[in-house]
Each structure stands twice: as structure tokens, then as C-alpha cells.
């Protein structure tokens, strides 16, 4: 490749080694800073020439004398550099290195250019499309209706990658104003962040388009798209005139009208719940190829990028398609406030980000869509995936300091996102939403345009809480805030009535670890306690009856329940942490599933199922009344309580592994658990009447089929036969997916060149992924190994297979194992970056529970390209997940030998 060809290897060597000793931070020095840049980008992919090339201008203030400019810039092949001061009189340049581990450009001038002086920085660049990690700027391709393939440039910055397609000061704590200017072909059309505000003819069948001004903004929001795509127009007008623009692949267009009708009520509703105007004047959004996009979404300003998967609806698209759109849509838009106008000092605080995308992607697109039921989903969706992985000894605080770009990549987890998002609609209920929406605001006005800290948004909220009234004495946002940002993990409360006639409930507080711990804990945190009796009528339900203060391990309170009523902590899971009760406490509860199940919501019946079955597990309960909460799913058909049950129970099969009879008790244990609900949403249900139906189904099936049920199984191999029969080969819904995927686990035989050619034809991005999907289920290692090969031939998303392969069960991980160890020496083309790599690690290794394969996975990484801190931290998870099933395998035995 032709990046970087002007340095030979030896000479980057020396520099790292000179230039290494000046830096010991993977930071920017602070000596300079800059205020704009004027971008020029030059592209020829309309004539599939994926080379480009570019000139920046940085204009930059210089805050403290120095004799270096330390900005970030990596592939770019640098032709000029210049230094121009004030007066645009040349600055001499001595000479410009690169620190290739800090991916930094250091420009050496022969004057010492004097604190408060600005200076300009030119630099004449090459670059090149064609890379594979779908980072920078990069190419995405797609077949006409002529059969022609044609291409456009995009870009994905976030996190470090701006820096990859033009030198520039890549950190999010700095802002500065764009200008930007891309030549293209005139059949293509080029967008960026801003409006277009000209556009000029160039020679050769080429135009120059030029942009307004950005607002100050930092460098990984920046945006491009150089394409033929589609473009779908409307207004959107609640608080100021947007013009809202969907764009796809012209194959695509008839797919776009949903994103585009969600994205005006969205960005409107976004305007008006924070009574604030969005920045720009216009809101683009292109939908990615899924083969060629490596985020879900991503947030530029103005130019919104989406997987297709999450952007285009058609007539076959669920309810679950419908509301994937909507909730991502939801959460890039929210950041347009959250991350954009505000960005965070540094990736520290990527929470300030991700916690309120993930907040609001539920609670904004329940707004706008309250037909999909999506606000109801938090608890069983992100909330209870954030406190399973909040129960690791070793999980990090939401507020985590990092330098390095693969520790900065991998910041993007459970707690940036679920975990912050529960923290903070905690935060909603406990303030409750008008005082907390309120600090919203304040904090919006107060810090638009600038950069933020966690105590920007606990000043902001304090001042609203006060004047609201609404915290208890000795409480202040800070330390509440604090409790929660920058200590890890999560507490369990537990609550016991050591008196029932005197009314007495007594509060203890601890964190919660998944496995027990050698050493003693003492964290605590502010913790508002919700409830929920019949009694008290609904009041403490969603807003607080009382705090207990950090520092107090234990609270008692006086709280009148009556013999036979429902009594609940944290119903529906408003605050972010578990609830333990006493024994006689849990017979209460069980007594009343089994009397009367519509006396507590599916909601709640899901987080009691939840956390039973995780305290059980951690120790602090005794499986049988585990058990016995699950149990009331005999009578249930609810999707609320039957997803957090999915995720409990596969942890259990993951458990039970090892114990081929401890395994088949459970299976006949979940046989009895599902006949009513695969009685009423089994394979053949094909019309749905409630929005949660087909996801409903989509577990009716998961658990029926997995665990060997009859009737599941030969539905699934009718449907296989039927599929092969068809000219041709397409699979358009989950539920259906599901189906293929146990028939071919079993498969005796099946055609795999016709399901391979399938994916070689398929058009529609979720069609694929459904395909890929279920042949990531092939039983056999000969069959799995020759689906890898075509779609290695194919240059398809192999990690996204291997995942899948890896979590169905030993075989399948075995196989990646090996496939990840033979082709060690090429995995940066087969994954395009080490985050990918890691990335199906993490997934890997939490499938782990036996000794033999920890083994197994240690030897994997040792030969692996992985850094040293990723593996300690795989390391201390094996051991972790090892622990974890040694002492509960003997007591979920027991527990199901009981039942049989
Ligand atoms: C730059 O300044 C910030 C404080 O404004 C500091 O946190 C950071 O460490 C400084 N960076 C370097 C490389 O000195
Ligand atoms: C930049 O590309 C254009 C065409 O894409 C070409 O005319 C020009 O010579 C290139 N400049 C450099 C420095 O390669
Ligand atoms: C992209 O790079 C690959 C590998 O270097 C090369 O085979 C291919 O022809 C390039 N594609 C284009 C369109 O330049
Ligand atoms: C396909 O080819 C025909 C004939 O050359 C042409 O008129 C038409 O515009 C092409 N369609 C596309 C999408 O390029
Ligand atoms: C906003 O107003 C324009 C006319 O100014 C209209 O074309 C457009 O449909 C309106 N948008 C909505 C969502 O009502
Ligand atoms: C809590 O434990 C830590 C270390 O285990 C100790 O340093 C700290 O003093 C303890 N704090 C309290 C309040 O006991
Ligand atoms: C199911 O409901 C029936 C009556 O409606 C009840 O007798 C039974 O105990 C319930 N089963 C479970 C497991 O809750
Ligand atoms: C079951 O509980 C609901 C909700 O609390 C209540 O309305 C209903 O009367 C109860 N039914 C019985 C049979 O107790
Ligand atoms: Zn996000």
C-alpha cells in the first residue's frame, strides 16, 4: 500500500526511540491549540480510484513559548508542511517527525514561537480509501441495478481515527470551527457536518462542494460522504426549520421514508423536552452498508451515520425492526445535545455521552413512539445487563481515566452506556423528572458550545434539586453523583422485618459481587429506596420514600404493611441496584405469584426472577427460592418477565454444561417452565397483535428448540426443507431465522454452496445478517469450516460470525479457538483492527466456565496480538467465571433434583 512510503521502517524506528523520550503522555502537550481548520479534500472515487489527497489548514493559538507544534496525524503520507504566521509570512520548519506509538506529528520550527502569538499550520497530504478497518475515511461499496459496483467514501472517527485521514488535533476536550471543501465527480454528491453553501465546476467532469462553517465541535464528530446515494427530503419545523435528509444506496431508497418521518418527530421532540434549539440548520442521515460499518451508529453533527440494519424499513419489517430504528435513531440525536454540544474534557467521561444516549433512547423514542412500548424495555434490556456485568470484582468505575488508544476503545462498554443510562434514570425518578429535567436545561444553557465534567451536571442538578426541595439533608448532587460515578460496581439492599408486629423494616446496604470475595468491602453509596405495598397507594412507587446515606450500612424504618399485602423494594427497577428480602419476606412474595400473578407487573416479576436467581448465585440466597420465583412463568406468557428469565437461563445451561445430568434435569425442568408459552407463541404463530409479540416468540422458540422440544425441532427441519426447495434462498424475520438456525445445528444434511451463494446474492442487510446468522449454527466442523472459507472469500463481517459460532456451545468454540490460532499472522486483514479482535475475545470468554477451556483460551492469547492489560483482565474474568460455577454446579444440582 502506498501509505507512509516516504519513511522506511528503520528511520521510524529511531524516531520512536528520540522523539518517545520527550513525551511521556499519550496526550497532546498543551502548549499549542487550534481554533479552526480549513479542510480541502480531493476525491476521485466516483471513478473507482480510491486514492485522495488533501490540504489542512490549522490556524492555531499558541499558549506557552515553544519551539514544536504536537498535533495527530497517522497514514497520511505528508507532502508540505508549512508555517505561516499571522501575517502570513512564512515560519521556518526545521523538520516534522513522527512518535508513531503516540501517533503524533511534531513540526520542529528554527524560532521559538512566543506564548499568545497564532500561527498557521499547512500541510499538503495522501491518502488512500481502500482500508478494511472501517475507520477514518474510508470506502463502502454497493451494486447498482445495472449489476456495477460502485463506491463512496464515508468516515467513522469516533474514537481516534480522525487523525488517520488528515493530520489534526484528535482529542475530544478540543474544539474548534470547520471549514471544509471536497472535490468529487458530478454525478456523485459530497455532504459534510454543515449546509453546502457552493458549489463550483472543476475540470474533468469534477465540482468542488463547499460547506458553511461547523460550529466549534471536536474532531472525531467531523463527517464525510462522497456517494450516488439516495436522498429522501422533509422539514422538520416544532422549534426552528431543519431540513431532514435520509440517504441509502439508490437500491435502497424505497426503505427510507421510516428513518426520516422518526428522525423529524425525534429531533423535534429533542427541541422541545429540553426546550432547546438544535444547533445546526439541517440533519442527515445515511444508512451504511452492514459489511462496511463497524458501529451501530454514530453521532457526527449534522451527518448521522447508521448500520442499514438500523435505519431501513420495508412492508416485511417487525415491530423489532421498527423499534431498533427508532431507539438508535433516538440515541444519535439525543447525543446531538449530550457529547456534541457538549463534549466531554476527555474520554474519561465518555458516560456524560453514552449514559444519557442510552437514557433517552428509551425515553425519547417512547415519546415518539409510544405504540412500540420501548421505555418499558429498560429494566430487562439495559439495566439488568449493566448490574450482571457491574457484579465483576474487577469492572471499572463510569468514570475511568485512560490514555492509550486501545484502553480508550474499549471504554465504549456496559458502563459508558447501560450502566450510566441506569444511573442516570435512576437519577429521573429519584430527583424526579421535572427537577431533573430541569438541571437538564441549566445544564444545557450553561454549558452549550463547551466542554463538560461530571460537576458541570452535578452543579446543574444541585441547583434544580434545591430549589425544588428535593433531597434529604446531608445530600448533595456531587456526592450522590459521585457515590455512584467513581466507585465500580453496584449495591444490593437488603431488607428484613425482624418484627413484623412492630412495623420495623430494616435497609442494609453492600455491594454486590457476583462471586463471594476473600476480603471485606465497605463501599457504599446514596441510595434512594423505592416501594411499592398496596397500601400506600402507588406514592413511593417512582419517587424515593427515603435515602440511605453513604456511609450507613444500615437504615430501619418504620413502614405499616398489612398480613396480606404486596410488599416491594425498587419495583420495576427505578434504582440502578439489587434487593435481597428475608426468608419470610420471600414466601410472602412467592405465596402471592402464585395466588394472584397479576398483584405484581411482568416488569417487576422479570427483576424478581433477575435478582433471585443472581443473589442466588452469588451466594446470598439458597437456589430453591430462585427456583420457586422463576416457577410462576408456568402461568405466564409475559415478554417483560420471559426476557429477563431468557438471560437467567442460559446462564444456568452455560453453568450446567460439564453435567451432562445435572443438564438434562434442567431441560426437562424448562420443558414444563414453557408449554404455555410455547402453547400460545409457538413456530406457527404467524400474525401479531401486540407490539411485544414477535420478540415474544422469538424466545418461545430460543428456549423450546434449544432444549429439545419435539414439536420445535421438527417444525424447524420442515421449515429447512421447505427453504431449500425455493428457487430462492432468503430469510426475512427473526422468528424464522431462529428456526433455521436449530435446523441446522442438527442437520444431517443441507445444502451449503445454496446457502452460501444465498449470501452472495443477498441484497437487503438484514436478510443477510439472518442468513449468516443461521449458518453460524452448522453443526458440523466440516460444514461450519467451509461456510468460514466463503465468507472469508467474500469479505464478509467473519467477526460477527465467529461470534455467533463461538456461543453455540462447545464445538462451535472450539472451532474459532483453532481458526483464531492457525490464522494468528493474518488477523489484522481478517478483523481490520486489534478492536475487533478483542472485541469477539470479550464475547468469547464469557462463555468460559470450565477449567479445560480457560486452558485452552490462556494459550489462545498468548499468542494472540492483544495487549498486556486486556489479557490480565481476560485472565482475572476466566478465573472469576471458574469460581462462580465450582461452588454453584453442586447447588443448582441439588436444587433441580429436587424438582425431579
Ligand atoms: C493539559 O492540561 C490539562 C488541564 O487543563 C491536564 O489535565 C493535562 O494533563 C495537560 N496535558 C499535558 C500533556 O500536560
Ligand atoms: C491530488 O489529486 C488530484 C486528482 O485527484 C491530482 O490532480 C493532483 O495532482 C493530486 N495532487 C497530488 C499532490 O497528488
Ligand atoms: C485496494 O487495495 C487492494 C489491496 O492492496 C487492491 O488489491 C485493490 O485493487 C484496491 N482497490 C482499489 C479499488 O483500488
Ligand atoms: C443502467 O444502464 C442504463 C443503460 O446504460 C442506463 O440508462 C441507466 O441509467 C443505468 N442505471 C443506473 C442505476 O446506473
Ligand atoms: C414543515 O413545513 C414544511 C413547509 O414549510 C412542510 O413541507 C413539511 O411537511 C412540514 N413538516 C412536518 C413534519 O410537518
Ligand atoms: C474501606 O476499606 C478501605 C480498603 O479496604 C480502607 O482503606 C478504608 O479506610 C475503609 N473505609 C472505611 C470507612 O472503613
Ligand atoms: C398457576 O396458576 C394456578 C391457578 O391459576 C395455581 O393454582 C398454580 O399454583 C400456579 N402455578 C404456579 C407455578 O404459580
Ligand atoms: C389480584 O391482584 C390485582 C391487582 O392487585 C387485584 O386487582 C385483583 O383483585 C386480585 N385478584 C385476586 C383474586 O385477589
Ligand atoms: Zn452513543
Given amino acids: 500500500m502506498r501509505w507512509k512510503k516516504t519513511c522506511s521502517s528503520a528511520i521510524v524506528i529511531l524516531f520512536c526511540i528520540c522523539v518517545g523520550d520527550a513525551f511521556e503522555s499519550f496526550r497532546l502537550p498543551n502548549t499549542t491549540v487550534p481554533t479552526h481548520y480549513d479542510l480541502f479534500i480531493d476525491t476521485e472515487v466516483h471513478n473507482d480510484e480510491l486514492d485522495y489527497n488533501g490540504t489542512v489548514k490549522i490556524h492555531i493559538n499558541v499558549l506557552e513559548d515553544t519551539k514544536q507544534i504536537v498535533l495527530h496525524s497517522s497514514r497520511s503520507t505528508l507532502v508540505n508542511v508549512h508555517l505561516k504566521n499571522n501575517n502570513q509570512l512564512p515560519l521556518r520548519v526545521i523538520n516534522h517527525d513522527f512518535d508513531n506509538e503516540r501517533e503524533f506529528l511534531v513540526v520542529n520550527t528554527a524560532d521559538v514561537l512566543t506564548g499568545g502569538s497564532k500561527v498557521v499550520l499547512e500541510v499538503d497530504f495522501l491518502n488512500s480509501l481502500n482500508r478494511t478497518d472501517r475507520s477514518g475515511f474510508y470506502r463502502t461499496s454497493y451494486t447498482d441495478s445495472n449489476d456495477t459496483l460502485k463506491y463512496a467514501g464515508v468516515t467513522q472517527f469516533q474514537a481516534c481515527e480522525a487523525r488517520s485521514a488528515f493530520p489534526c488535533y484528535d482529542e475530544p476536550g478540543i474544539k474548534a470551527t470547520f471549514d471544509v471543501r471536497i472535490a468529487c465527480g458530478v454525478n456523485y454528491h459530497a455532504r459534510s457536518n454543515a449546509e453546502i453553501a457552493s458549489i463550483a465546476m472543476l475540470p474533468e467532469r469534477k465540482k468542488l462542494v463547499t460547506f458553511r462553517r461547523t460550529p466549534a465541535m471536536q474532531t472525531y464528530l467531523l463527517a464525510f460522504l462522497v456517494s450516488d446515494y439516495a436522498v429522501k427530503r422533509d422539514f422538520a419545523n416544532s422549534t426552528k426549520k431543519i431540513t431532514v435528509q435520509s440517504m441509502s444506496r439508490p437500491t435502497r431508497a424505497d426503505q427510507l421514508s421510516y428513518s426520516l418521518d422518526a428522525s423529524i418527530k425525534l429531533i423535534d421532540e429533542l427541541q422541545t423536552y429540553f426546550d432547546h434549539p438544535y444547533e445546526m440548520n439541517k440533519?442527515?442521515?445515511?444508512?451504511?452498508?452492514?459489511?462496511?460499518?463497524?458501529?451501530?451508529?454514530?453521532?457526527?453533527?449534522?451527518?448521522?451515520?447508521?448500520?442499514?440494519?438500523?435505519?431501513?424499513?420495508?412492508?416485511?419489517?417487525?415491530?423489532?425492526?421498527?423499534?431498533?430504528?427508532?431507539?438508535?435513531?433516538?440515541?444519535?440525536?439525543a447525543h446531538q445535545f449530550f457529547g456534541n454540544l457538549m463534549a466531554p474534557k476527555w474520554w474519561s467521561y465518555l458516560w456524560l455521552n453514552e449514559g444519557f444516549a442510552t437514557l433517552y433512547e428509551y425515553y425519547l423514542a417512547d415519546r415518539t413512539h409510544p405504540e412500540l412500548l420501548i421505555k418499558q424495555r429498560f429494566t430487562s434490556g439495559a439495566l439488568q445487563t449493566a448490574l450482571q456485568s457491574d457484579g465483576s470484582a474487577t469492572i471499572r468505575p463510569m468514570t475511568h481515566y485512560v490514555e492509550t488508544v486501545p484502553e480508550i476503545d474499549r471504554l465504549f462498554d456496559r458502563i459508558a452506556y447501560e450502566k450510566s443510562g441506569s444511573v442516570l434514570r435512576m437519577m429521573h425518578y429519584a430527583l424526579g423528572e421535572q427537577t431533573f429535567v430541569k438541571g437538564l436545561k441549566d445544564y444545557i444553557k450553561r454549558n452549550q458550545n463547551s466542554i463538560v465534567v461530571p460537576q458541570n451536571l452535578s452543579d446543574s442538578l444541585q441547583k434544580s434539586a434545591s430549589e425544588d426541595q428535593v433531597l434529604p439533608t446531608g445530600a448533595t448532587m456531587t456526592l450522590i453523583m459521585e457515590s455512584w460515578a467513581n466507585q465500580a460496581g453496584a449495591p444490593v439492599v437488603t431488607v428484613s422485618r425482624p418484627n413484623a408486629e412492630a412495623d420495623d423494616v430494616v435497609f442494609e446496604q453492600k455491594r454486590f459481587f457476583s462471586t463471594t470475595q476473600s476480603t471485606e468491602n465497605n463501599q457504599t453509596w446514596w441510595i434512594p429506596i423505592f416501594m411499592y405495598s398496596n397500601s400506600s397507594g402507588g406514592s413511593y412507587e417512582t419517587s424515593p420514600l427515603f435515602w440511605i446515606p453513604q456511609g450507613t450500612n444500615q437504615v430501619t424504618r418504620k413502614i405499616p404493611v398489612q398480613e396480606d399485602d404486596v410488599f416491594l423494594i425498587n419495583p420495576a427497577q427505578t434504582g440502578y441496584y439489587r434487593v435481597n428480602y428475608d426468608q419470610q419476606m420471600w414466601k410472602d412474595i412467592i405465596g402471592t405469584l402464585k395466588s394472584n400473578l397479576t398483584a405484581i407487573d411482568p416488569i417487576t416479576r422479570g427483576q424478581l426472577i433477575d435478582d433471585s436467581m443472581n443473589l442466588a448465585n452469588a451466594g446470598l440466597l439458597d437456589h430453591n427460592t430462585a427456583f420457586e420465583i422463576m416457577d410462576h412463568l408456568r402461568n405466564s406468557t409475559d415478554y417483560y418477565s420471559w426476557k429477563s428469565a431468557h438471560r437467567n437461563i442460559l446462564d444456568l445451561e452455560k453453568m450446567l454444561t460439564v453435567d451432562p445430568e445435572a443438564l438434562s434435569l434442567f431441560r426437562k425442568y424448562l420443558l414444563e417452565l414453557t408449554n404455555d408459552l410455547y402453547a400460545e407463541y409457538g413456530t406457527d404463530k404467524r400474525t401479531y397483535s401486540h407490539t411485544n409479540d414477535h420478540d415474544t416468540q422469538l424466545i418461545a422458540i430460543d428456549l423450546t428448540c434449544r432444549i429439545g422440544q419435539q414439536g420445535c425441532l421438527d417444525q424447524a427441519a420442515n421449515k429447512l426443507n421447505i427453504l431449500q426447495q425455493r428457487s430462492t434462498l432468503n430469510i426475512r424475520s427473526e422468528a424464522e431465522q431462529k428456526l433455521y438456525c436449530y435446523a441446522l445445528r442438527t442437520a444431517k444434511q443441507f445444502d451449503v454452496n445454496k446457502?452460501?451463494?444465498?449470501?452472495?446474492?443477498?441484497?437487503?442487510?438484514?436478510?443477510?445478517?439472518?442468513?449468516?446468522e443461521s449458518l453460524a449454527c452448522v453443526g458440523t466442523r466440516e460444514g461450519l469450516e467451509r461456510v468460514l472459507e466463503v465468507l472469508m472469500r467474500q469479505n464478509q463481517n467473519v467477526n460477527r460470525f465467529l461470534e455467533i459460532v463461538a456461543e453455540q456451545g462447545e464445538s462451535g468454540f472450539v472451532m474459532v479457538v483453532d481458526f483464531l490460532t492457525r490464522e494468528k499472522e493474518n488477523l489484522d486483514e481478517v478483523f481490520g483492527n486489534q478492536r475487533s479482535i478483542e472485541k469477539l475475545l470479550s464475547k468469547m470468554v464469557t462463555r468460559i466456565v470450565d477449567k479445560e477451556n480457560a486452558e485452552r483460551f490462556r494459550q489462545l492469547m498468548k499468542v494472540l496480538p492483544v495487549s498486556a492489560d486486556f489479557e490480565i483482565n481476560i485472565d482475572n474474568q476466566l478465573d472469576e467465571q471458574i469460581r462462580w460455577q465450582e461452588l454453584n454446579l453442586p447447588l443448582v444440582r441439588k436444587t433441580l433434583q429436587q424438582y425431579a
Fill in 283 to 333: 440533519l442527515d442521515s445515511v444508512g451504511i452498508p452492514n459489511t462496511d460499518f463497524s458501529a451501530g451508529a454514530m453521532e457526527n453533527w449534522g451527518l448521522v451515520t447508521y448500520l442499514e440494519s438500523y435505519f431501513l424499513i420495508s412492508e416485511s419489517s417487525s415491530d423489532n425492526n421498527r423499534r431498533s430504528v427508532a431507539t438508535v435513531i433516538a440515541h444519535e440525536l
Fill in 755 to 772: 446457502f452460501t451463494e444465498a449470501l452472495e446474492t443477498e441484497e437487503d442487510s438484514r436478510g443477510r445478517s439472518y442468513l449468516m
